[in-house]
């Protein structure tokens, strides 16, 4: 690991003035530090901002609202997440081993960075991490890359849980910045790879964020996420959905869908979810909505099972939504 500072602040306005200056956020560490050891990232400089008064969570009429600071393993557990939205507590307790869930933040869970290994090896050109340089996946080993929104300069999937299920349930993130504060949804914060897959997300310079909002809606309790991988505990996902559906005269009436492990970021599934408003919540119906998810798909030479997997996948998702309600 190559030497850096490390400064404290206590205030937003502080992180904020620092982040200014070119000094990159630091909380629970989880990714960097792993990647600054590789010395993939090398920061000169970093900013701690645990101090931050930025850990709530709270109920704001039917929204909840998850600071940026509150631990994974605090958010999972708390009462008014597993009762207004389960799905939530369901992804984060699915996306990591208990110590990580105890150090990582929901803010930096959003932020972290891609798994793909030729990301993390000096040796094999990454248009990620050099810019320029080529992807090595895309004629590699890429059993677990994209197959939706990549380019022919990145294949690398995000990696978050979470995230697949904030975008599902159209969640927005408060930021501010040295240009003041702005809301957006969660959605827009992924930048799709094109030809500058370095830049990964839509942050201005200096962005602190502050914290997320998720709506309530009838579709909340009746949600589940299901992750498929290698092995049952601390892997990231082949292919993974969070679905919910609010159902009602024995019809869906609304419908949340967004899938992860095969897109480039968390992939919303807006045209499936269309197709099953008004129809009868059957497995007929869910398979035939969940093969439009293949739409604009593009599997690599070790990929293309999840051309099966991923509307499989969708299809056991909805109906465990039944199991939920």
Known sequence: MLPFTLEKVTSVQAAIA????GRRFIAGGTTLIDLMREEVEQPAHLVDINMLPLSEIRIEGSDLVIGAL????????????????????ESLIEGASPQLRNMASIGGNLLQRVRCPYFRMHDAPCNKRTPNSGCAAIDGLN????????????????????????????????????????SFPVEELFRLPGDTPH????????????????????????ARYLKVRDRASYEFALVSAAAALDVGDGVIRQARLAVGGVGTRPWRLR???????????????????ARLALEGARPLSDNHYKLELLPRTIVRALEMTGEAA
């Open 18 to 21: 620092a982040a200014s200056s």
């Open 70 to 89: 509150a631990r994974m393993a605090d958010v999972a557990a708390h009462p008014d997440v597993q009762r207004l939205h389960p799905l939530i507590a």
């Open 143 to 182: 059993a677990g890359h994209a197959i939706l929104g990549t380019s022919n300069h990145c294949v690398a999937t995000h990696p978050s849980d979470v995230a697949v299920v904030l975008v599902a349930l159209d969640a927005t993130m408060q930021v501010r910045g040295p240009r003041g504060e702005r």
């Open 199 to 222: 830049l990964e997300h839509t942050l201005l310079p200096g962005e602190l964020i502050l914290a997320v909002r998720v709506p309530g809606g009838p579709y909340s309790r009746r």
């Open 271 to 289: 045209t499936v979810e269309k197709a099953m408003i008004g129809r009868a919540p059957d497995r007929k119906i869910f398979e035939t909505a």
